[in-house]
């Protein structure tokens, strides 16, 4: 008989614990009756029911009396376990209005119905709660073929709704970044959560004043206006909101209540108005106070948990990140305004400073051309050479001057051009063969191929003769062997001229800067270092002017061609531009650019070897010898001739030079000019001073750049002086004497000096050693104690709450009271020893040697009382000692652990393993330097696992694979493991299958 009733029963078998709360239900105080008399069809639903994962409940009867399965318990939460047994609109009497008509389809249609992401408003935990649920009714027929009751197969959508929404309002914010003024980001970040009235039915930004004094409404969502006008005075407590000036002052999120702060409140997407706003700081690491403060009313119907509170959080980091950019654009759109009208007024000043230097120019030029021009004898040799030299430099500087007059004209718009029909042909030879007897004498070879059938040309003549003598000047200066090429030709519509020279060649990343104004390539050998670098940079604008093209190929080492191209015809001219041919194919301009060639011829070649030929000795009687060093021959002839009436004198061509004269002859002092080709003058003086055998040698260096800023560079290296052209005889000898006589003093010093220097470092390195190990044990101990800090508190909170729940047991209570004490003065001393070494500076980089046996050793006092609770065991032994943030990788470590220790069903196990890897292993990220070693550090544990499918999602910021009551967590744990790995320069990776536990693997670098 017993077997039978139990056998009538079997369909509440299990089912957990809403299996044995149906079974112990006093069903006949219900409509329903007995189990026992329960219709088939109701058993058959409860027994679906009871062995189903997925959340179902049933309705039966005309009152749809409530049976539910344990996955449907997370749904009702608040109502469980009084739901069972009650009538379906008792139990959701909040959202009835929602489900009964389709309940009332069912049961009197006969009709099924399936809902999917339905919005229900529950009241499940003590307030209205937003909720999202796909579910079907089914009707079940009874044994009169009518409709008795349903039965309702639920899938929760809350979670997956909302995180959706979040990104799709972070990705409308994306847009901030975008921006080009402050205004903009701040109306574009209010439109963007305009776009999610849920989350935030209103919006405001306010933009707070530099001093944090004051705040203005600058953009807003929800209001239809401003709910305030005009600024806020944030030191009037009467006036300014308190959530507001705490956001400023500290510096974090605020929430406040809204009680009438506004006339009318925003309801966004719901039917009632938020009760609950915050205010959150817009923050800038240049700011002592925000940027801005962002205030939001809140979805009255969300809980304001942390991961609402991350959400807003992330949206002000990503405004910041807007307002910041925006900021830094203006800043540079503001320099670049200023550097163009800095260009402005140089190029101004170049003009009126060009004109200016015209007249007296020509009033050095004239007389010395007249002293020139005078028959031989009424000068004696050393006269007519100065004089040379001097009509020579003056024709440079006039060469000059007309350059910078005429970029100005160009840049004006004045300098058009006078375009005639000219026998490109012809002009072009007789342009090039002013250059020939120059470049012969050099040893070069020298080819001139024009082709006499062109076309007509119309051209600028003046501007064309500036254009063959630049190239042909350069691809002399440049070319210390081999031959220079001219070959002008037709291609297509173009008359096209190139300039081939097998000289030094070009770098490929000068190239693209070749045509710029003022730029000069360093460092490269040639015939000297003198020029502006503009010339390239005016043939250009002069050749745009012709509406033509140029353009250079080169090879560094081989040599270059530059290429110029103009168009035959007068399509591309202005009527007004063309002029009658005058007859003329003169040069005059030629003087000028040959003559300074001419002068390169009688220098020494600058060759990167340095192996120029020796310069005697000058015939001073002084023991003293100074070298001299300097690109210009005109210029070393003149100081060799001053300096060696007081001292004997070598002179050498460039730095390399230098520097094996410097080893050769052991100079007293050395006078070098800065601008060489090779090595300038700076780096000669570099070498000088870092080797320890010439480090105390003089150097005197010579610069063209007035003003202090030329000489910090020298000084910082260690020039002894610095003599700025022009300068006269006297100083410049004043200068040496003075330096002579500083190095004379200095060697008489230098052994007593020595021997105090050796003995001062010896005391310095020993009180070192003694601040290094008095630092390092303060370091250690401060460290140890910021860990044992937590312990004491933990187990204060322990033993308050036994003491609560023993409070029968005065015994238990007195021994509770002496832990608490003695774990309160632990703490104490803890906290004195802190504040103590807290006091001291703590110098050194973020990245430390971190010893991973302590940082493991250290979680496991932390997480003492959480692993005695699970019984868990961690295993490791010869970790590693690693460079790395020992801030971050405690996190990382205690992430991973606590992670390893909450998901598990039984004792957790944990095993910690590391090796040293090579790059080429990770096959999985192409990326990677193959040459670099790693650490590879293995997590495993015994858990509950998860699908490899969602391996990469887990470390997705808000990525849970659990429910919130199925386990705990944020859901942001691992994503803050995968940022400091990254942080790190390093790799990471998970597997795992359910039930089999998880492996995470990661690789930094050694």
Same mark, same amino acid.
């Given at each position: 008989?017993?077997?039978?009733?139990?056998?009538?029963?079997?369909?509440?078998?299990?089912?957990?614990?809403?299996?044995?709360?149906?079974?112990?239900?006093?069903?006949?105080?219900?409509?329903?009756?007995?189990?026992?008399?329960?219709?088939?069809?109701?058993?058959?639903?409860?027994?679906?029911?009871?062995?189903?994962?997925?959340?179902?409940?049933?309705?039966?009867?005309?009152?749809?009396?409530?049976?539910?399965?344990?996955?449907?318990?997370?749904?009702?939460?608040?109502?469980?376990?009084?739901?069972?047994?009650?009538?379906?609109?008792?139990?959701?009497?909040?959202?009835?209005?929602?489900?009964?008509?389709?309940?009332?389809?069912?049961?009197?249609?006969?009709?099924?119905?399936?809902?999917?992401?339905?919005?229900?408003?529950?009241?499940?935990?003590?307030?209205?709660?937003?909720?999202?649920?796909?579910?079907?009714?089914?009707?079940?027929?009874?044994?009169?073929?009518?409709?008795?009751?349903?039965?309702?197969?639920?899938?929760?959508?809350?979670?997956?709704?909302?995180?959706?929404?979040?990104?799709?309002?972070?990705?409308?914010?994306?847009?901030?970044?975008?921006?080009?003024?402050?205004?903009?980001?701040?109306?574009?970040?209010?439109?963007?959560?305009?776009?999610?009235?849920?989350?935030?039915?209103?919006?405001?930004?306010?933009?707070?004043?530099?001093?944090?004094?004051?705040?203005?409404?600058?953009?807003?969502?929800?209001?239809?206006?401003?709910?305030?006008?005009?600024?806020?005075?944030?030191?009037?407590?009467?006036?300014?909101?308190?959530?507001?000036?705490?956001?400023?002052?500290?510096?974090?999120?605020?929430?406040?209540?809204?009680?009438?702060?506004?006339?009318?409140?925003?309801?966004?997407?719901?039917?009632?108005?938020?009760?609950?706003?915050?205010?959150?700081?817009?923050?800038?690491?240049?700011?002592?106070?925000?940027?801005?403060?962002?205030?939001?009313?809140?979805?009255?119907?969300?809980?304001?948990?942390?991961?609402?509170?991350?959400?807003?959080?992330?949206?002000?980091?990503?405004?910041?990140?807007?307002?910041?950019?925006?900021?830094?654009?203006?800043?540079?759109?503001?320099?670049?305004?200023?550097?163009?009208?800095?260009?402005?007024?140089?190029?101004?000043?170049?003009?009126?400073?060009?004109?200016?230097?015209?007249?007296?120019?020509?009033?050095?030029?004239?007389?010395?051309?007249?002293?020139?021009?005078?028959?031989?004898?009424?000068?004696?040799?050393?006269?007519?050479?100065?004089?040379?030299?001097?009509?020579?430099?003056?024709?440079?500087?006039?060469?000059?001057?007309?350059?910078?007059?005429?970029?100005?004209?160009?840049?004006?718009?004045?300098?058009?051009?006078?375009?005639?029909?000219?026998?490109?042909?012809?002009?072009?030879?007789?342009?090039?063969?002013?250059?020939?007897?120059?470049?012969?004498?050099?040893?070069?070879?020298?080819?001139?191929?024009?082709?006499?059938?062109?076309?007509?040309?119309?051209?600028?003549?003046?501007?064309?003769?500036?254009?063959?003598?630049?190239?042909?000047?350069?691809?002399?200066?440049?070319?210390?062997?081999?031959?220079?090429?001219?070959?002008?030709?037709?291609?297509?519509?173009?008359?096209?001229?190139?300039?081939?020279?097998?000289?030094?060649?070009?770098?490929?990343?000068?190239?693209?800067?070749?045509?710029?104004?003022?730029?000069?390539?360093?460092?490269?050998?040639?015939?000297?270092?003198?020029?502006?670098?503009?010339?390239?940079?005016?043939?250009?604008?002069?050749?745009?002017?012709?509406?033509?093209?140029?353009?250079?190929?080169?090879?560094?080492?081989?040599?270059?061609?530059?290429?110029?191209?103009?168009?035959?015809?007068?399509?591309?001219?202005?009527?007004?531009?063309?002029?009658?041919?005058?007859?003329?194919?003169?040069?005059?301009?030629?003087?000028?650019?040959?003559?300074?060639?001419?002068?390169?011829?009688?220098?020494?070649?600058?060759?990167?070897?340095?192996?120029?030929?020796?310069?005697?000795?000058?015939?001073?009687?002084?023991?003293?010898?100074?070298?001299?060093?300097?690109?210009?021959?005109?210029?070393?002839?003149?100081?060799?001739?001053?300096?060696?009436?007081?001292?004997?004198?070598?002179?050498?061509?460039?730095?390399?030079?230098?520097?094996?004269?410097?080893?050769?002859?052991?100079?007293?002092?050395?006078?070098?000019?800065?601008?060489?080709?090779?090595?300038?003058?700076?780096?000669?003086?570099?070498?000088?001073?870092?080797?320890?055998?010439?480090?105390?040698?003089?150097?005197?260096?010579?610069?063209?750049?007035?003003?202090?800023?030329?000489?910090?560079?020298?000084?910082?290296?260690?020039?002894?002086?610095?003599?700025?052209?022009?300068?006269?005889?006297?100083?410049?000898?004043? &200068?040496?004497?003075?330096?002579?006589?500083? +190095?004379?003093?200095?060697?008489? #010093?230098?052994? /007593?000096? *020595?021997?105090? $220097? @050796?003995?001062?470092?010896?005391?310095?390195?020993?009180?070192?050693?003694?601040?290094?190990?008095?630092?390092?044990?303060?370091?250690?101990?401060?460290?140890?104690?910021?860990?044992?800090?937590?312990?004491?508190?933990?187990?204060?909170?322990?033993?308050?709450?036994?003491?609560?729940?023993?409070?029968?047991?005065?015994?238990?209570?007195?021994?509770?009271?002496?832990?608490?004490?003695?774990?309160?003065?632990?703490?104490?001393?803890?906290?004195?020893?802190?504040?103590?070494?807290?006091?001291?500076?703590?110098?050194?980089?973020?990245?430390?040697?971190?010893?991973?046996?302590?940082?493991?050793?250290?979680?496991?006092?932390?997480?003492?009382?959480?692993?005695?609770?699970?019984?868990?065991?961690?295993?490791?032994?010869?970790?590693?000692?690693? &460079?790395?943030?020992?801030?971050?990788?405690? +996190?990382?470590?205690?992430?991973? #652990?606590?992670? /390893?220790? *909450?998901?598990? $069903? @039984?004792?957790?196990?944990?095993?910690?393993?590391?090796?040293?890897?090579?790059?080429?292993?990770?096959?999985?990220?192409?990326?990677?330097?193959?040459?670099?070693?790693?650490?590879?550090?293995?997590?495993?544990?015994?858990?509950?696992?998860?699908?490899?499918?969602?391996?990469?999602?887990?470390?997705?910021?808000?990525?849970?694979?659990?429910?919130?009551?199925?386990?705990?967590?944020?859901?942001?744990?691992?994503?803050?493991?995968?940022?400091?790995?990254?942080?790190?320069?390093?790799?990471?990776?998970?597997?795992?299958?359910?039930?089999?536990?998880?492996?995470?693997?990661?690789?930094?670098?050694?």
């Amino acid at each position: 008989m017993v077997d039978n009733e139990l056998k009538k029963l079997e369909f509440l078998a299990g089912g957990g614990e809403m299996g044995e709360r149906i079974r112990q239900f006093d069903w006949e105080k219900t409509k329903l009756g007995i189990p026992e008399r329960w219709p088939q069809s109701l058993k058959t639903c409860v027994r679906i029911m009871l062995s189903s994962k997925q959340p179902i409940w049933i309705g039966w009867g005309d009152e749809l009396i409530k049976f539910y399965n344990d996955a449907y318990i997370d749904i009702v939460r608040g109502k469980h376990p009084v739901a069972l047994g009650q009538p379906a609109s008792v139990v959701w009497k909040d959202i009835w209005k929602d489900i009964e008509p389709l309940l009332s389809r069912a049961m009197k249609k006969d009709e099924g119905t399936y809902v999917e992401s339905q919005l229900l408003i529950m009241e499940r935990s003590g307030f209205p709660e937003e909720t999202y649920y796909t579910f079907s009714y089914t009707p079940v027929l009874g044994a009169d073929g009518f409709p008795s009751g349903i039965i309702c197969y639920n899938t929760a959508d809350t979670d997956r709704i909302i995180n959706e929404r979040a990104l799709r309002t972070m990705q409308l914010l994306d847009t901030v970044a975008q921006k080009k003024n402050e205004q903009e980001v701040y109306a574009q970040a209010t439109k963007a959560l305009a776009g999610n009235p849920q989350d935030f039915p209103f919006s405001m930004v306010y933009k707070v004043k530099m001093d944090g004094s004051s705040a203005e409404i600058v953009a807003c969502s929800g209001f239809e206006e401003a709910p305030v006008s005009g600024l806020i005075d944030l030191t009037n407590p009467e006036l300014a909101a308190p959530g507001i000036t705490t956001a400023i002052q500290e510096n974090h999120i605020v929430e406040s209540v809204v009680d009438g702060q506004w006339k009318e409140i925003p309801k966004g997407a719901w039917d009632i108005a938020p009760r609950i706003f915050v205010d959150i700081p817009i923050k800038s690491a240049n700011r002592q106070f925000p940027l801005a403060v962002l205030t939001v009313g809140l979805n009255p119907y969300r809980k304001f948990d942390d991961a609402y509170r991350n959400f807003i959080q992330l949206i002000a980091d990503q405004i910041a990140l807007g307002v910041n950019n925006t900021l830094a654009y203006e800043e540079e759109r503001k320099r670049a305004e200023a550097l163009e009208a800095l260009d402005k007024a140089k190029t101004l000043f170049f003009t009126n400073i060009s004109h200016e230097f015209r007249t007296p120019l020509m009033l050095i030029l004239g007389p010395l051309e007249e002293l020139l021009n005078k028959p031989a004898g009424n000068l004696n040799n050393a006269e007519r050479q100065s004089i040379e030299v001097t009509h020579r430099n003056a024709l440079r500087l006039l060469k000059l001057v007309n350059s910078l007059l005429d970029f100005s004209r160009i840049e004006s718009g004045r300098h058009q051009g006078n375009f005639v029909s000219t026998d490109l042909a012809t002009y072009t030879r007789n342009l090039a063969a002013n250059f020939r007897s120059v470049i012969e004498s050099a040893d070069l070879q020298y080819n001139v191929e024009v082709d006499d059938n062109l076309p007509p040309v119309y051209l600028d003549r003046q501007m064309w003769e500036k254009i063959v003598f630049n190239l042909l000047s350069n691809a002399f200066k440049f070319t210390l062997e081999g031959t220079i090429t001219v070959r002008l030709f037709a291609h297509g519509d173009h008359a096209v001229l190139t300039v081939t020279d097998t000289g030094v060649g070009i770098p490929e990343n000068e190239l693209p800067h070749m045509f710029e104004r003022f730029h000069r390539i360093q460092s490269t050998a040639g015939r000297t270092y003198e020029g502006t670098g503009i010339g390239l940079s005016l043939i250009k604008e002069l050749i745009l002017l012709h509406n033509g093209n140029i353009e250079v190929e080169s090879v560094a080492g081989e040599g270059s061609c530059f290429t110029v191209s103009i168009p035959f015809g007068t399509k591309h001219l202005s009527h007004t531009q063309i002029l009658e041919d005058d007859g003329g194919l003169a040069n005059a301009g030629s003087n000028v650019y040959v003559q300074e060639a001419a002068a390169l011829v009688d220098m020494q070649l600058l060759v990167p070897d340095g192996g120029s030929p020796e310069i005697e000795a000058g015939s001073g009687e002084a023991n003293e010898l100074v070298l001299i060093v300097d690109d210009n021959v005109d210029m070393r002839q003149h100081i060799e001739s001053l300096v060696s009436t007081r001292y004997e004198t070598i002179t050498a061509t460039n730095g390399l030079d230098a520097l094996d004269k410097i080893q050769k002859y052991k100079p007293t002092l050395v006078l070098s000019d800065i601008m060489m080709p090779e090595i300038d003058g700076i780096e000669l003086l570099r070498r000088v001073k870092a080797n320890p055998e010439t480090s105390q040698l003089p150097v005197i260096l010579i610069t063209a750049r007035a003003g202090e800023e030329s000489k910090i560079e020298g000084y910082e290296i260690g020039a002894d002086d610095y003599l700025v052209k022009p300068f006269s005889s006297n100083e410049m000898l004043a &200068r040496i004497t003075s330096q002579i006589k500083i +190095q004379r003093a200095r060697k008489r #010093i230098e052994e /007593s000096q *020595k021997l105090f $220097t @050796e003995e001062l470092e010896q005391q310095v390195q020993q009180r070192t050693k003694d601040l290094l190990l008095a630092n390092k044990e303060l370091e250690s101990f401060n460290y140890i104690a910021s860990h044992d800090l937590q312990e004491p508190l933990r187990k204060i909170q322990t033993f308050i709450h036994l003491i609560q729940k023993n409070k029968a047991d005065e015994n238990a209570a007195e021994m509770y009271y002496r832990k608490i004490s003695s774990s309160a003065q632990r703490m104490s001393e803890l906290i004195q020893s802190v504040l103590t070494y807290s006091r001291l500076a703590k110098t050194g980089d973020d990245h430390t040697s971190v010893d991973l046996n302590e940082i493991v050793a250290n979680i496991e006092i932390d997480f003492e009382l959480l692993i005695a609770e699970k019984q868990a065991v961690i295993l490791y032994e010869n970790l590693p000692v690693i &460079r790395a943030n020992g801030f971050q990788i405690n +996190q990382l470590f205690s992430n991973l #652990i606590s992670n /390893s220790i *909450k998901f598990s $069903t @039984e004792k957790p196990v944990i095993t910690i393993k590391s090796e040293i890897v090579e790059g080429a292993d990770l096959v999985a990220y192409a990326a990677i330097n193959h040459d670099q070693l790693f650490h590879h550090i293995t997590f495993s544990d015994n858990g509950i696992g998860f699908e490899q499918e969602f391996s990469e999602k887990i470390f997705s910021l808000f990525q849970r694979l659990h429910g919130k009551h199925e386990y705990s967590g944020t859901g942001i744990g691992l994503s803050i493991v995968k940022k400091i790995v990254e942080q790190h320069g390093g790799y990471i990776s998970a597997h795992s299958s359910p039930g089999n536990g998880a492996v995470f693997n990661i690789w930094l670098p050694v």
